[in-house]
């Protein structure tokens, strides 16, 4: 059944915010966003066609308020709500409340979420679909003893995983059966503090597996697609960090009987829109399901490149209760993408979240270059969400060619003020096991065991220290005239400079 | 003038002319002569041109970059030299616990009175969804606790001393 939208209150922050408020308008769909107060000038703020405070900074108390977000959307005439990914986005619950409020949730049904969402119900309509996933338990584990008995079974190295998890919270892996009880503790508590459910499960702990994951499309008509890989591996800490499209290591053979084992699940569970589903891949090609993402996700940029298709353009239209206008033989990928996840943190430090004003941003630009960002110069960073700044993304023809592309770019890309990743990229990218597609998802974490080495681009000559010597004295002087135009007394004024420079570092 | 510099710790003397900065300038690195010309091109950018190579460096606070790659330096001058020394004092006196970021206070796991361990932790702040433990740099005796539980602190403000 069609439906219209006329304009959709984005009930989310950041960078993904501000991609669903441009693919409306190009849509022609007015846009409603929502912000906090430590987010009232915030780039989403300013693109949009209207805007409302939800509440103080705290998401608890701004952007996951789902009654006020419904309030908002009924006040500013709104017929539907783009969540994002993150705050409301895999909330069941608020997906209902939508549809009880006569709002269109712009994502599946609540009862697909109910399905996919929980990681121990997803196992379940993963086996009922005939999916290969990691041995181990399809439901919660009850005690220690009931771990135990599971773990002896599969045979140890095994991880125990929060079933409401996400982001690496509620995570252990164990080798020994000695160490289980303690761990099946830690999981569960953490589980508990973060998610709000206990439940644990357990499954054997793959060896250097990579992470693949299936983009998914579907409609309200029973068709659904799937638009090729992403390869995930590089993370930290369970984090992404690059993610690319396609993956090196999937060939033709191995995406369809991914993508038609991914697309069988979504259908399983009646599921509608934009989804994911991830999965582990081994070194002999095996693949096993390990969740369903039911929204659109973070990375989504690279798979549009390689597609030549907008995702939330097709979110939209599926809302509409549109068909989906191509078939999967028309889904052709073309080229390779690759994406950064710009985070304010020091890699110097620990990855410390580093928030504060941005004072200086030169982007990059030029051929193949993508990025979806959400801050400016003269914006202050809040402390109070996720710390990604922005996404950078290459597209070349090759592998290789992005790679080239996305060094070169982040050559150009300055954030001044606060402390960035962006250095950290550059490491990854000249290193000859990345460059060689030889990546799992402990592969980061090995690289940043491993004393850093020189990272001077080959064809490049390195800077040489006189010059660093002279520009950093040019920038001195040049302070020293500003904070005393009038003044010949050099000798104050570089006192003065000091003092400010103390004053800054306390 | 002359401007004494640490750069990566290495200590460099650079001699530029007087007068403004900006154009085709005579300047000496350690003695060596240098002609560039400057171009500032807004606060904190500026194009040189040495020899026909070109760099673009940009001051991001206590560092510039060049060509994608970050090099701290350090103004020397009496007082910061002062305040290393202050810095560097060991375990010998007062020393506090500093955030390393803005953030806001989560737990304060310790007292005024409390004894505390080389690496116990002290504070917690929350910022961007990560919590951090910041550590005692010393043992000894807490005599100040400067932060309570849900405080905003800034990058560099003093949670607590140990002496």
Request: net charge negative.
């Amino acid at each position: 059944m069609a439906k219209t939208i006329r304009k959709v209150l984005i009930a989310n922050r950041g960078e993904i915010a501000l991609r669903v408020i441009r693919g409306c308008r190009e849509m022609g769909i007015g846009t409603v966003a929502v912000y906090s107060d430590a987010d009232r000038a915030a780039l989403h703020v300013l693109h949009a066609d209207e805007a409302y405070r939800l509440g103080p900074a705290p998401a608890s108390e701004s952007y996951l308020r789902g009654d006020l977000i419904l309030e908002v959307a009924h006040r500013a005439g709104a017929d539907a709500i783009h969540p994002g990914y993150g705050f409301l986005s895999e909330n069941a619950e608020f997906a209902d409340a939508c549809a009880a409020a006569g709002v269109i949730f712009i994502g599946p049904p609540g009862s697909a979420m109910r399905v996919l969402g929980s990681k121990t119900k997803a196992r379940q309509a993963a086996d009922a679909a005939g999916m290969p996933r990691v041995p181990g338990s399809v439901t919660g584990l009850a005690d220690t003893a009931e771990a135990l008995r599971v773990a002896g079974g599969i045979g140890y190295p095994v991880m125990l995983k929060a079933a409401a998890g996400g982001g690496g919270k509620g995570m252990r892996a164990v080798t020994r059966a000695e160490d289980l009880s303690a761990a099946f503790t830690a999981a569960s508590s953490e589980a508990l503090r973060s998610f709000g459910s206990g439940e644990v499960y357990l499954e054997k702990l793959i060896e250097r597996p990579r992470h693949i994951e299936i983009q998914l499309m579907a409609d309200e008509h029973g068709h659904c697609l799937y638009l090729g890989e992403r390869e995930c591996s590089v993370q930290r800490r369970h984090q992404k960090v690059i993610e690319e499209a396609p993956s090196a290591v999937v060939s033709e053979t191995l995406r369809q009987r991914m993508g038609e084992a991914a697309v069988r699940l979504a259908l399983s569970a009646g599921y509608v829109n934009a989804g994911t589903v991830e999965f582990l891949v081994d070194a002999e090609e095996n693949f096993y399901f390990l969740e369903m993402n039911t929204r659109l996700q973070v990375e989504h940029p690279v798979t549009e490149l390689v597609t030549g298709l907008d995702l939330v353009h097709l979110q939209l239209r599926v809302a509409m209760g549109e068909p989906l206008p191509l078939k999967q033989q028309d889904v052709r990928l073309r080229g390779h993408a690759i994406e950064c996840r710009i985070y304010a943190e020091d890699p110097e430090n620990n990855f410390f979240p580093s928030p504060g004003l941005i004072t200086m941003l030169q982007q990059p630009t030029g051929p193949g270059i993508r990025e979806d960002c959400a801050v400016y110069a003269g914006w202050r960073v809040p402390l109070d969400y996720d710390p990604m700044l922005s996404k950078l993304v290459a597209f070349a023809e090759t592998r290789e060619g992005a790679i080239d592309r996305m060094v070169r770019a982040l050559e150009e890309y300055v954030i001044g003020g606060i402390k960035t990743n962006i250095g950290l990229f550059r490491r990854i990218l000249l290193d000859e096991d990345f460059r060689a597609a030889r990546i799992d998802t402990g592969y980061l974490e090995r690289l940043l065991a491993a004393p850093a080495i020189s990272t001077d681009t080959p064809q490049a000559e390195p800077v040489s220290e006189d010059v660093v010597a002279l520009a950093a004295a040019l920038f001195t002087a040049s302070t020293v005239r500003e904070a005393a135009p009038k003044t010949e007394a050099a000798t104050e004024s570089r006192w003065a400079v000091a003092g400010r420079r103390e004053g800054l570092r306390l | 003038m002359t401007i004494w510099l640490s750069i990566e710790g290495k200590k460099r003397r650079v001699d530029l002319p007087s007068g403004l900065v900006g154009g085709t300038l005579e300047c000496s690195v350690d003695g060596s002569p240098f002609t560039a010309d400057v171009r500032m091109l807004q606060p904190g950018v500026m194009s040189l041109l040495i020899g026909g190579r070109q760099y673009r460096c940009i001051l991001d606070g206590d560092a510039v970059l060049i060509a994608g790659q970050r090099f701290g330096f350090e103004v020397d001058d009496p007082r910061s030299l002062q305040g290393r020394r202050r810095a560097g004092a060991g375990s010998e006196g007062p020393r506090a616990v500093k955030a390393p970021m803005p953030g806001r206070v989560v737990r304060v796991l310790v007292a005024v009175g409390d004894e505390v361990a080389e690496g116990q932790g002290v504070v917690v702040i929350e910022a961007m969804k990560m919590q951090n433990e910041l550590k005692s740099p010393k043992a000894g005796r807490v005599v100040r606790v400067a932060v309570a539980v849900d405080d905003t602190v800034g990058s560099g403000d003093v949670l607590a001393v140990v002496e």
